[in-house]
């Protein structure tokens, strides 16, 4: 129960924060800045392939990544998507998210309301 046409990843690296209802606004920042990390490591390799920050619905709402594009099912992509997520946060300064997620003066807790509200 998503946004039609997405295939879901939920990074294992992120499992136990994704159900987490309290820090949503934190989630969809977190989560956006990844979807630029990783849409620029990917543009290469899969030119087709887009990620994007939805919905997904199952005992909750709660933000996820959605690949849409060809082959988009394929078990390469959310293999190679958990690898680069492990690796963004591994290696990454947490400057780099924060510089990100407190530039353009952006209200991540109205982005996540507007994502995941009714």
Known sequence: MSEIG????????????LGNAKNRAMLVALLTWL???LS???KDDFPA??????????LGSYPAFGLKGDDDARSDHIERINGLVE?????????DFLN???NDNIDWAAEAQTLLGP
């Open 6 to 17: 997405y295939t879901i990843v939920e990074p294992r690296s992120l499992e136990e924060w």
């Open 35 to 37: 979807q630029h990390q």
């Open 40 to 42: 620029d490591a990917l």
């Open 49 to 58: 392939l887009k990620i994007k920050v939805i919905k997904v619905e199952y």
């Open 87 to 95: 690796h963004i946060l591994s290696d990454s300064p947490i400057t």
């Open 100 to 102: 990100f997620a407190m």
